[in-house]
């Protein structure tokens, strides 16, 4: 009887450690709906003309906002993405900023003014990546990237702090 019974306790303790290994592995966000990879394979300038690769934030949630100086709901975000970026850098987020077509001087001025706290990022002349990220057509548009290098969602339009929020928890 105590040998059946110890059995029944293992398979119960088996199982549920291995439902439990499954939902932490999920919410790792290993594999988003679609097993999408993102395209990290970019290497951008950052505005004080530094070569920055997006394969290199691969095992940290991402955040990768597409802007410009002259869009306004863009310039609405900022805020939002600045609290985030200081509320989240305990958990490693990394929140970037990449500018569809404004120059460096232009970017160093604008960043200061608003207080910028993340990287902000030259994407002027990078066709191919603002294709990949549908930021060719219409700013601001949003992609959540998970530490695997996946693509848990995007958002085009303006975003609200909470949805910014919302979004950021599956990625953690």
């Not at 988003?32 to 690769?53: E, I, Q, T």
């Not at 900022?78 to 970017?107: C, H, M, N, Q, W």
């Not at 002349?125 to 949003?142: C, H, Q, T």
Request: a neutral charge; proline letters at 5%.
């Amino acid at each position: 009887m105590r040998w059946q019974w110890a059995s029944v306790v293992a398979v119960v303790t088996v199982a549920a450690l291995a439902g439990i290994w499954r939902v932490t592995a999920s919410r790792g966000g290993c594999q988003d709906a679609s097993g999408r990879p993102a395209r990290l394979d970019f290497v951008l300038k950052d505005m004080d003309g530094r070569d920055v690769s997006l394969a290199s934030f691969k095992g940290r949630p991402v955040l990768l906002n597409f802007w410009a100086t002259w869009c306004g709901p863009c310039k609405e975000e900022i805020p939002a993405l600045i609290e985030l970026a200081d509320k989240y850098r305990s958990r490693d987020l990394v929140v970037l900023g990449i500018s569809v077509d404004d120059k460096p001087d232009e970017l160093k001025k604008f960043a200061g003014e608003l207080k910028m706290n993340y990287p902000v990022l030259v994407g002027l002349g990078k066709d191919e990546m603002l294709e990949a990220y549908e930021a060719d057509a219409a700013v601001p548009i949003s992609w959540f990237v998970t530490p695997c290098g996946t693509i848990a969602g995007k958002h085009p339009g303006m975003a609200s702090k909470a949805y910014f929020e919302q979004q950021l928890q599956t990625l953690f």
